[in-house]
């Protein structure tokens, strides 16, 4: 397992891994949270749209949702 740290400066919460910025979540006015990757990586298209071109921010309904969601994807 990758070791990720959060570093939270409000509204933006970033996951740091071996101390370098690779994501940050940011809060959104209309609620949820934007996961967008730092470091060139892209999210996959989502299940429901598989042609979709990957994208290198992708929407979540919570932080703990987006948290998992980054971590899970670094762990892969």
């Known amino acids: 397992m990758t070791a990720i ?3 939270e400066t409000p509204p933006t919460w970033t996951a740091l891994l071996d101390g370098q910025p690779v994501c940050a979540l940011k809060g959104k ?3 949820g949270w ?3 990757w730092l470091d060139g ?3 996959a298209p989502p299940a ?3 042609k979709a071109t990957p994208q290198a ?3 979540f309904i919570s932080l ?3 948290k998992s969601a980054v971590e899970q994807t670094l762990n892969n």
Do not use: N, Y
């Open 41 to 43: 990586r892209l999210w």
């Open 57 to 59: 921010t992708r929407f």
């Open 5 to 7: 740290a959060w570093k």
């Open 29 to 31: 006015d209309i609620g």
């Open 64 to 66: 703990e949702e987006a």
């Open 34 to 36: 934007a996961a967008s």
């Open 48 to 50: 429901h749209l598989p």
